[in-house]
Antibody, heavy 128, light 107 residues
Framework: EVQLVESGGGLVKPGGSLRLSCAAS????????INWVRQAPGKGLEWVSS????????YYADSVKGRFTISRDNAKNSLYLQMNSLRAEDTAVYYC?????????????????????WGQGTLVTVSS | EIVMTQSPATLSVSPGERATLSCRAS??????LAWYQQKPGQAPRLLIY???TRATGIPARFSGSGSGTEFTLTISSLQSEDFAVYYC?????????FGQGTKLEIK
């Protein structure tokens, strides 16, 4: 069974930092691109960041570029999001979401840019 | 940036009836559109990708149609568990963008 389990959320003051983790199981983690998607309270879904299977390709939403850093450890089946200079508008539930596998070539695997499995989310609250 | 517009914002339908949800894109997506269902307190669940292909385990009462800029999600006979918020997501262009959602509520 595919599972994604986020952790690391909590209450942090504006300007502070937090590191989120996502533990994956039930599939070959190293084949898949993984994303962070967030949802502010009572609001819709916002894509935050993406990392390809071998960390070759990394992308960020403009709203977090320069403040957030995505990374992964394929040996530990884990995804991370380092969040610095946090703002009130970063308050949200943060989901890790797996991209459906598109294809693999001799060097890497590539996703299809939509999300077939999601974790249950971890709440980040930025407030003084 | 592609803008995704879902309508209506809220749809009230009785159980057993058909629900039709719309998603419009500001530029052509070909068929690169997905639909998700989200229930309160839960993560989103993939329903449809490629505009019309049901994801694994999704009941046949869910169907997607459309291409280009106009897309529709149809639920043929609403069950109690179908009342939720539905989001469309484009993946034709980077970055992926979601619509603002349609809340499907019991009439």
């Amino acid at each position: 069974e595919v599972q994604l389990v986020e952790s690391g959320g909590g209450l942090v003051k504006p300007g502070g930092s937090l590191r989120l983790s996502c533990a994956a199981s039930g599939f070959t983690f190293s084949y898949y691109s993984i994303n962070w998607v967030r949802q502010a309270p009572g609001k819709g879904l916002e894509w935050v960041s993406s990392i390809s299977s071998s960390s070759t390709y990394i992308y960020y939403a403009d709203s977090v570029k320069g403040r957030f850093t995505i990374s992964r450890d394929n040996a530990k089946n884990s995804l991370y999001l380092q969040m610095n200079s946090l703002r009130a508008e970063d308050t949200a539930v943060y989901y890790c979401a797996r991209e459906e596998l598109g294809y693999c070539d001799s060097t890497s695997c590539y996703g299809n840019y939509y999300f077939d499995y999601w974790g249950q989310g971890t709440l980040v609250t930025v407030s003084s | 940036e592609i803008v995704m517009t879902q309508s209506p914002a809220t749809l009230s339908v009785s159980p057993g009836e058909r629900a039709t949800l719309s998603c419009r894109a500001s530029q052509s997506l070909s068929s690169n559109l997905a639909w998700y269902q989200q229930k309160p307190g839960q993560a989103p669940r993939l329903l449809i990708y490629g505009a019309s292909t049901r994801a694994t385990g999704i009941p046949a009462r869910f169907s997607g149609s459309g291409s280009g800029t106009e897309f529709t999600l149809t639920i043929s006979s609403l069950q109690s568990e179908d009342f939720a918020v539905y989001y469309c997501q484009q993946y034709n262009n980077w970055p992926p963008f979601f619509g603002q959602g349609t809340k499907l509520e019991i009439k």
